[in-house]
């Protein structure tokens, strides 16, 4: 009789959580933005939830920061949303049928291979699509942030029970636009026209502040 599975060692001692996040420390998955999940989230309105991901996804590529996307079974959740494939032109999803994504090794081991400790995630379903590989990630000593307004689950009890369930874990919650401004870090660096541009499309009253800025100089 086999032997059970046995979770993995830890990678690293547990973290604590203090530095920033920086394009150099970061790995991003994002996680079954799929048209059954997006049809059926109903914690927030499914734009809002698309336009984070989007706005993300976008400054991830911007900054170099690997991105792993994976697909739960695209015959029965349907392909991954237009926008993200837009955002992300030659990311190709990893496709699978577990539900939780670090079970399937090549999203595992496409996130080990970029070496970075700081994971990054958002999904569709918050409670099971984030939270399985935020829980895995953790146990292996990864610090794990969950971009909160970037996800999204069937009704808002479980979105905010798997939030709950995630910072008792010690996941770090944080929405979209701080881990953008975190990456960027100081408005010096010329990637500052290019970040402005995604506010702009994805959060336009911050955009619109920027434009005000720059018609008082």
């Not at 997006?38 to 911007?62: C, E, H, P, W």
């Not at 379903?125 to 895995?136: I, R």
């Not at 996941?171 to 995604?198: F, H, K």
Request: glycine share 6%; proline share 7%; with cysteine.
């Amino acid at each position: 009789m086999p032997e059970p599975s046995r979770p993995h060692e830890p990678l690293w001692p547990q973290p604590r959580v203090l530095d920033q996040l920086t394009p150099q420390n970061s790995v991003l998955l994002l996680a079954d933005y799929q048209g059954l999940f997006a049809f059926s989230t109903r914690s927030t309105d499914i734009d809002s939830v698309v336009n984070a991901a989007v706005g993300v996804a976008r400054a991830a590529r911007l900054f170099s920061v690997p991105t792993v996307v994976s697909t739960i079974t695209q015959s029965f959740a349907g392909p991954m949303v237009h926008q993200l494939q837009t955002a992300l032109p030659g990311v190709e999803p990893i496709e699978r049928t577990v539900i939780n994504a670090w079970h399937e090794p090549r999203v595992r081991d496409a996130i080990l291979a970029t070496g970075r400790r700081k994971l990054i995630i958002a999904g569709l379903w918050t409670d099971n699509c984030v939270m399985l590989p935020a829980l895995s990630a953790l146990a292996e000593g990864f610090e794990v942030y969950f971009v909160a307004d970037a996800s999204g689950d069937y009704n808002a009890a479980s979105h905010d029970l798997a939030i709950r369930r995630l910072v008792q874990a010690g996941a770090v919650p944080i929405s979209w636009l701080p881990v953008v401004l975190e990456w960027q870090g100081d408005w010096a660096r010329d990637t500052a026209t290019e970040v402005n541009q995604i506010f702009r499309d994805h959060a336009p009253a911050l955009g619109i502040g920027a434009q005000y800025r720059q018609s008082i100089r």
